[in-house]
């Protein structure tokens, strides 16, 4: 089973930065296109970011300007640099691709506040 393992959460003021990464096994990870997710308490997991296989992105409208997806296909990582924290922003960050083909892992808490 390909696996995949999120880091670089935590506790920031509102404004703040972070950046995720999310580690993949297996291979093909270059021609899959690939998302981060987000869960907060009592909401389903939503949609964030994806980027494709030409590095083409999309955003949801909730993080557009202010979050940025990236890949880098040589360490199969995928990266999200989240600028202008919102407590709102505040979820267990997941990654998978968008066809789920990976085990999900254990997310990364980001939690903004003051």
């Known amino acids: 089973q390909m696996r995949v393992v999120e880091s670089g959460g935590g506790l920031v003021q509102p404004g703040g930065t972070l950046r995720l990464s999310c580690a993949a096994s297996?291979?093909?990870?270059?021609?899959?296109?690939m998302a981060w997710y987000r869960e907060s308490p009592g909401n389903a997991r939503d949609f964030v970011a994806t980027i494709d296989s030409d590095n083409a992105t999309t955003y949801s409208d909730s993080v557009k300007g202010r979050f940025t997806i990236s890949r880098d296909n040589a360490k199969n990582t995928l990266y999200l640099q989240m600028n202008s924290l919102k407590p709102e922003d505040t979820a267990v960050y997941y990654c998978?691709?968008?066809?789920?083909?990976?085990?999900w892992g254990q997310g990364t808490q980001v939690t903004v506040s003051s």
């Open positions: 297996g291979s093909m990870f270059s021609s899959r296109t």
């Open positions: 998978n691709s968008i066809t789920y083909s990976y085990v």
